[in-house]
């Protein structure tokens, strides 16, 4: 089983502030995963944003392999999952190219973390940070409260033209 849980925080640009950023740093990087379906790909998708205080809604899904989910792509590779970063449009930074982000054996766990600024002809600019923690193992409620990470990548950027 390879259970996924995308913790998205969402905010518009009238709150960039330092106020702000340290309401959103204050969001956990981990949840405790409520019950989840019997299957190949379990995802616990959490969404923290500007307009609801920060306070997450979450939403269960269950897919097949291989899934595609928001900028990345789940496959099996043998006995390992291959997590694969694929592209994500309309958003900034445009260089994050397509290319293996982790190979996650059996009862190993990753973390992937990426920020985004977004815009389109009819919405007005707002970013997200995801973290995105992977557990390739059966399910426990507390998967990702008590485990090391073993693979982590980083790939958050200054959305705003200064350094990180």
Do not use: C
Request: no cysteine.
């Amino acid at each position: 089983m390879v259970i996924v849980q995308r913790i998205v925080v969402r905010w518009t640009k009238h709150v960039r502030g330092a106020a702000e950023a340290t309401r959103r740093r204050e969001i956990p990087s981990t949840f405790e995963l409520p019950p989840m379906p019997d299957a190949p790909l379990v995802v616990h998708d959490l969404l923290a944003e500007e307009r609801t205080g920060y306070t997450p809604t979450a939403v269960i899904g269950d897919h097949t392999l291989p899934a595609q989910l928001d900028g990345l792509r789940f496959k099996l590779s043998g006995a390992a999952v291959e997590v694969v970063r694929t592209p994500v449009w309309a958003a900034y930074p445009t260089n994050r190219f397509p290319g293996q982000v982790f190979l996650l054996q059996p009862g190993e766990h990753a973390r992937y973390q990426a920020n985004f600024r977004f815009s389109g002809y009819s919405t007005a600019w707002y970013y997200e940070q995801w973290t995105v923690n992977i557990a390739h193992e059966p399910w426990r409620s507390d998967v990702f409260l008590t485990e090391e990470i073993d693979h982590d990548k980083d790939e958050r950027v200054s959305l705003y033209g200064g350094p990180r």
